[in-house]
């Protein structure tokens, strides 16, 4: 009877030990604030914006410890706007349902690195698998983002990505979309994503080069949705390098982005930023440039300027104040100059992309 005891009660520990190493986590992330903003084409506005820098979300993670380093799991994140309860994150073809910020299966181990199957970030992006350094705004925050001016790619469908372990703080990133848009077609009539770079973290440096291209055969966003209509492909390739050093109390960083699009956008980007420790918190400037020019646009103003040539330069101020270790209060300022094509045309009749104007948002972000 007492061989007995012990035998279950060996079991029972060892059946603790195991449900030990699986874990489940709901998670989330809510930020809200208010954003007045101008440009040269429209008057001054105001409104309440979910997610300015980060995106409201909530999402369910889980792993399990397969022992021996080696490791499955799972993220599967929804974004939304807090400010009308509505569905955000969604591209390519995700709809208003679903997990539109990331729904991705992977797994790891630490001799032979990560793998991963479903919808993330770009390389250059967010999320999970990105690498993107050298810019104290990421992809947040506006007019501050490293994507406003640039051209990044964003959340892509049907990806397969590999990370290398860490080799004495350099590891290198792999990734490729079987189908922006969807998968279904042909090979030949899907939009393809490839993308590769590398990351170095150590020694008071971050730093990372990034090289990714789109040949757009099939899925292309705003024109159509199956590439067989008549629009012209659009290869597109793009780097981005950053980097960033830690001073201790002050961390400087610079980026740099090469833009070059068939028919399209040809560009360069350039930014200068750093985060300082700032009265409990971090204040965090900018200073970027980009010059280039946009094949499929040609603009005659009244000035008589006439070209597909583009200039702009874009000041960034923030700063976030922790009101505890899920809550931080946020401010932000930016102002926008341009000339030339972007002086006289306006590509989009959204705000959100300020050419000429500014832009001033106050909120508060609770993280669970």
Same mark, same amino acid.
């Given at each position: 009877?007492?061989?007995?005891?012990?035998?279950?009660?060996?079991?029972?520990?060892?059946?603790?030990?195991?449900?030990?190493?699986?874990?489940?986590?709901?998670?989330?992330?809510?930020?809200?604030?208010?954003?007045?903003?101008?440009?040269?084409?429209?008057?001054?506005?105001?409104?309440?914006?979910?997610?300015?820098?980060?995106?409201?979300? @909530?999402?369910?993670?889980?792993?399990?410890?397969?022992?021996?380093?080696?490791?499955?799991?799972?993220?599967?994140?929804?974004?939304?706007?807090?400010?009308?309860?509505?569905?955000?994150?969604?591209?390519?073809?995700?709809? $208003?349902? *679903?997990?539109?910020?990331?729904? %991705?299966?992977?797994?790891?181990?630490?001799?032979?690195?990560?793998?991963?199957?479903?919808?993330?970030?770009?390389?250059?992006?967010?999320?999970?698998?990105?690498?993107?350094?050298? @810019?104290?705004?990421?992809?947040?925050?506006?007019?501050?983002?490293?994507?406003?001016?640039?051209?990044?790619?964003?959340? %892509?469908?049907?990806?397969?990505?590999?990370?290398?372990?860490?080799?004495?703080?350099?590891?290198?990133?792999?990734?490729?979309?079987?189908?922006?848009?969807?998968?279904?077609?042909? @090979?030949?009539?899907?939009?393809?994503?490839?993308?590769?770079?590398?990351?170095?973290?150590?020694?008071?440096?971050?730093?990372?080069?990034?090289?990714?291209?789109?040949?757009?055969?099939?899925?292309?966003?705003?024109? $159509?949705?199956?590439?067989?209509?008549?629009?012209?492909?659009?290869?597109?390739?793009?780097?981005?390098?950053?980097?960033?050093?830690?001073? *201790?109390?002050?961390?400087?960083?610079?980026?740099?982005?090469?833009?070059?699009?068939?028919?399209?956008?040809?560009?360069?980007?350039?930014?200068?930023?750093?985060?300082?420790?700032?009265?409990?918190?971090?204040?965090?400037?900018?200073?970027?440039? %980009? @010059?280039?020019? $946009?094949?499929?646009?040609?603009?005659?103003?009244?000035?008589?300027?006439?070209?597909?040539?583009?200039?702009?330069?874009?000041?960034?101020?923030?700063?976030?104040?922790?009101?505890?270790?899920?809550?931080?209060?946020?401010?932000?300022?930016?102002?926008?100059?341009?000339?030339?094509?972007?002086?006289?045309?306006?590509?989009?009749?959204?705000?959100?992309? %300020?050419?000429?104007?500014?832009?001033?948002?106050?909120?508060?972000?609770?993280?669970?």
């Amino acid at each position: 009877m007492k061989k007995s005891l012990v035998a279950l009660g060996v079991l029972g520990a060892f059946c603790a030990f195991a449900y030990a190493e699986s874990s489940v986590t709901l998670y989330g992330l809510i930020e809200e604030g208010v954003l007045v903003q101008k440009n040269s084409k429209a008057a001054a506005s105001v409104q309440l914006k979910s997610g300015f820098d980060q995106g409201s979300r @909530w999402g369910i993670r889980g792993i399990e410890d397969l022992g021996g380093g080696n490791a499955v799991g799972f993220i599967l994140e929804q974004g939304f706007a807090i400010d009308d309860g509505t569905v955000a994150n969604g591209s390519y073809g995700t709809g $208003n349902s *679903g997990f539109t910020r990331e729904s %991705i299966l992977y797994a790891q181990g630490d001799d032979w690195g990560s793998f991963a199957m479903g919808r993330t970030g770009a390389l250059s992006f967010a999320q999970s698998r990105a690498i993107l350094t050298g @810019w104290v705004f990421g992809t947040g925050f506006g007019a501050g983002a490293w994507t406003t001016y640039g051209n990044n790619f964003a959340r %892509i469908n049907n990806t397969v990505s590999y990370q290398t372990p860490d080799f004495g703080g350099f590891k290198l990133s792999l990734m490729y979309g079987n189908g922006i848009g969807t998968d279904t077609e042909q @090979w030949s009539h899907n939009t393809h994503y490839y993308g590769i770079g590398a990351i170095y973290e150590a020694n008071n440096i971050k730093s990372s080069l990034i090289y990714e291209n789109v040949d757009w055969k099939g899925f292309r966003p705003g024109f $159509n949705t199956d590439g067989q209509t008549g629009f012209p492909k659009r290869d597109q390739n793009v780097i981005n390098f950053g980097f960033e050093y830690d001073c *201790g109390s002050w961390t400087p960083m610079f980026a740099y982005q090469w833009d070059h699009t068939k028919d399209g956008q040809q560009s360069n980007m350039f930014g200068l930023s750093a985060k300082v420790d700032a009265g409990g918190g971090d204040f965090m400037i900018g200073v970027r440039y %980009i @010059w280039g020019k $946009n094949t499929n646009y040609s603009y005659s103003g009244a000035n008589g300027y006439d070209s597909n040539k583009f200039r702009a330069w874009n000041v960034d101020l923030g700063y976030i104040y922790p009101l505890s270790k899920r809550t931080a209060l946020k401010a932000f300022a930016a102002y926008t100059g341009s000339s030339k094509l972007w002086k006289t045309y306006e590509f989009t009749s959204s705000q959100d992309t %300020i050419y000429n104007g500014f832009q001033l948002y106050a909120g508060i972000r609770h993280s669970f």
